[in-house]
């Protein structure tokens, strides 16, 4: 795989693809399952906001440990969304 600051998406697509293929997940992604995957993925995200104010909220970028579990919530939102259809941006 590429480095993080070079990788494109469609690398990042055949990457998720070969982790769900070793995993066999393919019978669960039906559209139903990822909308519903990508709703919750969502919520999960705004639980590290729900009870902060926007000032709170801004400020979170200097805890580092909160910034990586956003993190991991918008990646999980990005391959629910992007990994299984092809999209205008695929060869960026």
Do not use: C, Y
Request: charged letters at 25%; zero cysteines.
């Amino acid at each position: 795989m590429a480095a993080d600051d070079s990788a494109t998406i469609a690398e990042l697509r055949t990457e998720v693809q070969q982790f769900v293929d070793d995993r066999d997940w393919n019978q669960f992604h039906a559209p139903k399952n990822l909308a519903m995957a990508l709703a919750i993925e969502a919520a999960e995200l705004m639980e590290h906001f729900q009870w902060i104010g926007v000032d709170e909220s801004r400020a979170l970028v200097d805890d580092t440990a909160r910034v990586q579990a956003i993190g991991e919530e918008v990646a999980a939102m990005f391959f629910a969304t992007r990994w299984r259809w092809p999209t205008p941006w695929d060869s960026i």
